[in-house]
């Protein structure tokens, strides 16, 4: 059975980051997307950049396929990413702006990019990477123009344009309990406090073999989010691999799947299990981190890898 058929059954939705690019080109993409994955992310369609290239001009096209194609064949959508401090039209960043001038177009731009798949998507990244490692809040323009603030902002106008989406704070390095994980609790609880409708946390998981989390302490971190009565969502998985790529290091890599899905199947809080990615040919991991690879379930000829047995495997034994 394919993979999206016993994660479901587990309770467990599987998800993949979509380009549009292959979507559109290659019919091997496009019917491994169709049978594996329940969820797709659009890995860079609904970013301002690409969306919204000047004040007054929308390039829905890219995203609109991806949409199209997950209603096609039953697949949820999750949208990504409304606040974010990288891919932004220069128009934006460059622009000079007064907080009243730009708390306008932010609200514009999440009342008509939310307003427009309403309905259609049932999570949004509502704000993305606010937060450095050392949990510090990060420089970026909005906070630099807006103050603090921007993020209540944010979650309101989302939750306007579509009150039924939840509506996620999503970030990397946060998995396993630690300065950034605790950082960002703190900022979600102080959100929730102010009434802001945020309803779960994002957990990317963009992690490195050879140097992963401690899988229980990412079980604390996901018990403890949870317990505030927030949703997880694993939502950028991907395990990269450093060159040589050998039948070892995959092994280990399915290893780690498992781990990760095992800890967020038992914590009963997790409602997505998304990579960032469907197969090694579209991955953004070669072209990020030279002489890293490999970091995903289907390599480049789309064939399932040894981490795609895996996730059936802890997928089987749930049901
Ligand atoms: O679309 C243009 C194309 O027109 C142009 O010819 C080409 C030349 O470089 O660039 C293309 O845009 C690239 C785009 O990916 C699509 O391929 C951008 O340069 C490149 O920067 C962009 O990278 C994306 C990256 O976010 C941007 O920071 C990656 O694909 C995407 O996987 C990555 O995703 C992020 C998540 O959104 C947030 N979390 C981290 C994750 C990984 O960085």
């Known amino acids: 059975m394919a993979l999206r058929h016993l994660a479901a059954q587990a309770g467990l939705p599987l998800g993949a980051a979509v380009a549009a690019e292959p979507l559109r080109r290659d019919p091997a993409y496009r019917a491994l997307l169709a049978r594996e994955f329940g969820m797709v992310t659009c890995e860079n369609a609904m970013k301002w950049g690409p969306i919204h290239p000047a004040l007054r001009t929308w390039a829905f096209r890219d995203a609109d396929a991806i949409v199209r194609f997950a209603t096609r064949h039953a697949m949820a959508v999750r949208g990504h990413t409304l606040v974010w401090h990288s891919q932004q039209p220069r128009w934006l960043e460059h622009g000079s702006w007064s907080r009243p001038a730009l708390t306008r177009v932010l609200r514009a731009h999440i009342a008509t990019l939310v307003g427009r798949y309403r309905g259609r998507i049932g999570a949004w990244d509502v704000v993305n990477e606010a937060v450095n490692d050392d949990g510090t809040p990060r420089p970026t323009f909005w906070r630099r123009v807006l103050g603090p603030k921007y993020l209540d902002l944010a979650f309101h106008a989302a939750h306007r344009a579509d009150p039924k989406a939840r509506l996620f704070y999503n970030d990397y390095n946060a998995e396993a309990l630690g300065e950034k994980s605790d950082a960002i609790l703190r900022l ?78 038992a914590s009963g809080a997790c409602t997505a299990f998304v990579t960032w990615g469907a197969t090694d040919k579209s991955s953004w991991v070669p072209g990020f981190f030279k002489g890293y690879d490999d970091a995903l379930l289907f390599d480049r000829a789309c064939r399932p890898k040894p981490a795609a047995r895996s996730l059936a495997e802890v997928f089987n034994r749930q049901v």
């Open 188 to 265: 979600v609880d102080g959100m929730r406090h102010r009434g802001v409708p945020v309803h779960g946390i994002g957990l990317q998981a963009h992690l490195l073999l050879g140097d992963l989390p401690d899988f229980k302490s990412v079980a604390a971190n996901i018990t403890r989010i949870a317990a505030r009565g927030l949703t997880v969502q694993i939502t950028e998985l991907d395990i990269r691999i450093r060159r040589p790529v050998t039948a070892a290091k995959l092994r280990a890599q399915a290893d780690a799947y498992l781990a990760l899905a095992e800890t967020c199947l």
